[in-house]
């Protein structure tokens, strides 16, 4: 990974964690539920996709993150792989970042037991947002294949 290519990794974390914070006081202590007015996509077990993350991690994001730096310097897959694998790694930063920024829903609520609203893999007393796993799964393979070998 080259020099520049690292600064656009670490750029891409940085902005992630400032979408925690403006994000955490727009939702305050309710996380996902916040706005009883949004339209829900039903996902299974009774857990819900909102409106807002619809359009903001699935729409917005990858268009700035993703499809815009293609626009601008022009399309590569190494680039597209590294885009596509910080931003991955970025909605985990963001996500996690929300739970310790938050003034309003204290860290020690990072749990199954008091943060419903996301499914959680558990082993033992180590439990982990099911999301987490695959997102960071994901990007870890992007960064060790296509990336790697583009």
């Given amino acids: 990974m080259s020099n520049q290519e690292i600064l656009i990794f670490i750029t891409i974390q940085i902005a ?25 996509i039903k996902l299974p077990k009774g857990y819900t996709y909102t409106a807002y993350h619809i359009w903001a991690f699935w729409i917005f994001a990858p268009i700035v993150f993703i499809v815009l ?16 694998g910080s931003y991955l790694f970025g909605s985990v930063i963001e996500d996690f970042t929300w739970f310790v920024v938050n003034p309003c829903y204290p860290f020690s609520k990072w749990n199954p037991r008091d943060t419903l609203w996301y499914p959680w893999f558990t082993i033992g007393k180590f439990s982990l947002p099911l999301s987490y796993i695959a ?11 296509p990336f790697r070998y583009s």
Avoid at 16 to 40: H, I, L, Q
Avoid at 69 to 84: D, E
Avoid at 135 to 145: H, R, T
């Fill in 135 to 145: 997102k960071l799964a994901i990007s870890l393979i992007i960064f060790l294949g």
């Fill in 69 to 84: 730096p293609l626009i601008s310097a022009g399309f590569s897959w190494r680039l597209f792989w590294l885009l596509t």
């Fill in 16 to 40: 992630m964690v400032c979408w925690a914070f403006w994000e955490s006081y727009m939702e305050g202590d309710t996380g996902w539920t916040w706005n009883p007015k949004w339209w829900r």
